[in-house]
């Protein structure tokens, strides 16, 4: 049995919750790290099926036939460049649902919370791992899957990242009345600040160097948010995407990098504005999936699905995590069960 401390008005109350402890799995054999010689490079499957945009996907309606496991929410260790935390969900059962740690160097992986994951994951430099959980609040859990803590308990919160250099995260916050804000916690949950938040955006990130936060928008637009000068920035680009994902900063402050469900990677300036796609895919059937940017700043790590077209109405989807260089090359697999 594991206590679970529940913070609430100043007072923790101690519960009891029927969770499993962390599950070690061993590596495999022969595993194939991130950094490590063994590393296997990963590679787009050359057959054209991946390249034809199947009919059933524009009017008809496809049948899926989708993997097992599901990989998403890819974040690197704050502190270790080898180690990924990530969001796995097991379609046929859900042993395998949950947080898991993986080292890339050993090919050890370690289920450290196992149940269902809504709305961001976060791994923080203190050593806290903090997640959304139905309700659409925040919960806090060790890296060694001790200490599990719901932080937030007032009005939706969601998405949650760590300020930079600080004991502190910030959220989405939308309040009963539907106005949204970003909230700045520390992890016992006490409210430190507000910002505004833009019509439209979500998943709120602040720059390494602490002076902006930038937004995913629905409508095309990096939105971004001048801190010191409580300003908040535009820029269009609408005539490099159709279908506009997630983001993540680049280590200079000055770049953010995104995805383009058909297009590809892409990396802006924030300071000119001008879009450079860094990894192209065939229009639909590939698709790269919230980037994040390694503590080191040398990599990024992201999901990768591929949809290859099976007659006229089936769409086989096969779904992994990748890492690469900044610039979109030396992409290579992460090792995972399929």
Not at 60 to 88: A, F, K, M, T
Not at 97 to 122: K, N, S, Y
Request: charge should be negative; glycine fraction near 8%; hydrophobic fraction near 35%.
């Amino acid at each position: 049995m594991r206590t679970v401390c529940i913070i609430l008005a100043g007072a923790i109350l101690a519960l009891t919750a029927c969770q499993r402890p962390p599950e070690v799995i061993p590596p495999d054999p022969d595993p194939t790290p991130a950094l490590c010689a063994s590393y296997v490079e990963h590679t787009t499957p050359a057959h054209d099926s991946m390249y034809n945009l199947p009919s059933c996907m524009t009017a008809l309606g496809c049948r899926y036939h989708l993997p097992r496991y599901w990989y998403e929410r890819p974040v690197p260790s704050p502190d270790d460049p080898n180690q990924i935390l990530y969001y796995v969900k097991d379609r046929e059962s859900d042993i395998q649902t949950g947080l898991w740690i993986i080292d890339l160097c050993t090919g050890t992986r370690t289920h450290i919370f196992a149940d269902d994951v809504w709305h961001g994951t976060e791994w923080c430099s203190n050593g806290w791992i903090l997640f959304g959980r139905p309700g659409q609040e925040i919960w806090k859990i060790k890296e060694n899957g001790d200490s599990l803590a719901q932080v937030t308990f007032s009005g939706r919160n969601i998405y949650p990242r760590q300020v930079p250099g600080e004991a502190a995260f910030i959220v989405l916050h939308t309040r009963p009345s539907g106005q949204g804000d970003v909230f700045k916690y520390n992890f016992q949950g006490v409210a430190l600040d507000s910002f505004p938040a833009p019509a439209g955006g979500v998943s709120p990130i602040m720059s390494p160097d602490g002076q902006y936060i930038a937004y995913y928008n629905a409508y095309k637009r990096i939105i971004y948010y001048e801190i010191a000068a409580d300003t908040f920035h535009l820029l269009d680009i609408s005539d490099v995407t159709d279908t506009f994902g997630a983001l993540d900063w680049m280590p200079d402050s000055k770049h953010l990098v995104w995805t383009d469900a058909t297009h590809g990677l892409f990396i802006t300036s924030i300071e000119t504005g001008q879009s450079q796609i860094i990894k192209a895919t065939g229009y639909n059937n590939l698709i790269y999936l919230i980037p994040r940017i390694r503590a080191d700043g040398q990599a990024l790590v992201v999901g990768r699905v591929e949809q290859e077209t099976i007659g006229l109405d089936q769409v086989r989807q096969t779904q992994s995590l990748v890492m690469m260089r900044l610039d979109g090359t030396d992409e290579r697999h992460i090792s995972l069960p399929e």
